[in-house]
């Protein structure tokens, strides 16, 4: 059974940087990995995605040059480095994994609970 438990959310000032961390169990080292978000009264929005090898990575146009993915996987973990936040950014961070390619699609098989992250003005 796979699970994924986020961490390292909070809040932050504007300008600001968060790591945001996804323990991932449950046999995931060949999965594909993705990060999304839900703001309030929002849909779910795709922010990164990354391949099972950490070879292949993906952004939206809002994460790009702002933040990045990259994953551990001796450690199982996969991590968002989020940099110049906005307030925009305030979200609910969601970590996703799937055993074949998804990028930015929210059809991730597996999703953890979350991780509230908010960026003050």
């Known amino acids: 059974q796979v699970q994924l438990i986020e961490s390292g959310g909070g809040l932050v000032q504007a300008g600001g940087s968060l790591r945001l961390s996804c323990a991932a169990s449950?046999?995931?080292?060949?999965?594909?990995m993705g990060w999304f978000r839900q703001a309030p009264g929002k849909e779910r929005e795709f922010v990164a995605a990354?391949?099972?090898?950490?070879?292949?990575?993906y952004y939206a146009d809002s994460a790009k040059g702002r933040f990045t993915i990259s994953r551990d996987n001796a450690k199982n973990m996969a991590y968002l480095q989020m940099n110049s936040l906005k307030p925009e950014d305030t979200a609910v961070y969601y970590c996703?994994?799937?055993?074949?390619?998804?990028?930015?699609?929210?059809?991730?098989?597996?999703w953890g609970q979350g991780t509230q992250v908010t960026v003050s003005s």
């Open positions: 996703a994994a799937d055993r074949d390619v998804k990028r930015s699609s929210p059809s991730y098989a597996y």
């Open positions: 990354i391949s099972w090898s950490g070879s292949v990575t």
């Open positions: 449950g046999g995931t080292r060949s999965y594909h």
